[in-house]
Structure formats: structure tokens, C-alpha cells
């Protein structure tokens, strides 16, 4: 790994752990269901879709995938905070509320992924036309 890729890295996993560490500071309940994490989770994982699509688009060069896509965007979601609060739920017996979390983790972050590679897809072919 070259001294530009590594600086990248740096750069993307400081930017992406700020952001996250201001999101997700003070808790947020809706209801019982802690929504900071899936705030960051949703956000990086749009963020991801639309990066995949422009890099793709613009042949990026691989090493810009470290700056985006594992710095800023793996510092930003967090797959450990999701599985502790998932678990804290498990432990509290509150199995309804662990399924939720569970499920609007995995299918909005997933859906978030498409989201932001479709509207990146729309808006490239309408702006290179």
C-alpha cells in the first residue's frame, strides 16, 4: 500500500468516525428502538450506493474506494454498535424490538445501497445526456 492510499484511508475513516461519533453521541429513541446506529448505518450504505455507481461512471481510480467506500464509509456504519444493541435488546427480553432492529438494519440499510445506486444511476444518464 502506497504513502497516498494509506493518507486516504486516514482521511476517509477520521471523517466517517467524526461523523458518526457526532450521529450517534446522545441516544435516540423511537419508542424503545435505538435509531442512531440505524441513522449511520442507512446513511453510509446510501452514501456507498451512490459512490459505487459515480466511481463506476467516471472510472474513478481504486484508490478514491479507500477514501469513500472502506474510510468514510466503514467508519461510519457500524456493524459492532448495531449486533451490541441488538443484543442489550435480547438480554432485556424485548425479542419484538430485537427482530425490528434486526430487520430495519439489514433491509433499509440494503435498501438504502439500491436507493442511492438508482438515484446516482438517474441523475448521471440525465446529466450526460
Known sequence: MQLIEVGLLA???VVGALLRYQITESPKLFGALPVNVLIVNILGSFILGVFSV???AFNFDAKYSLLVAVGFCGSLTTMSSFALETSNLLDNNSLYLAA???LANVGLSLGAVLGGRTLATVVLEY???
Do not use: C, P, W
Open 11 to 13: 482521511v476517509g475513516a
Open 100 to 102: 425490528v432492529n434486526v
Open 54 to 56: 459515480v466511481a463506476l
Open 127 to 129: 446529466a450526460l445526456r
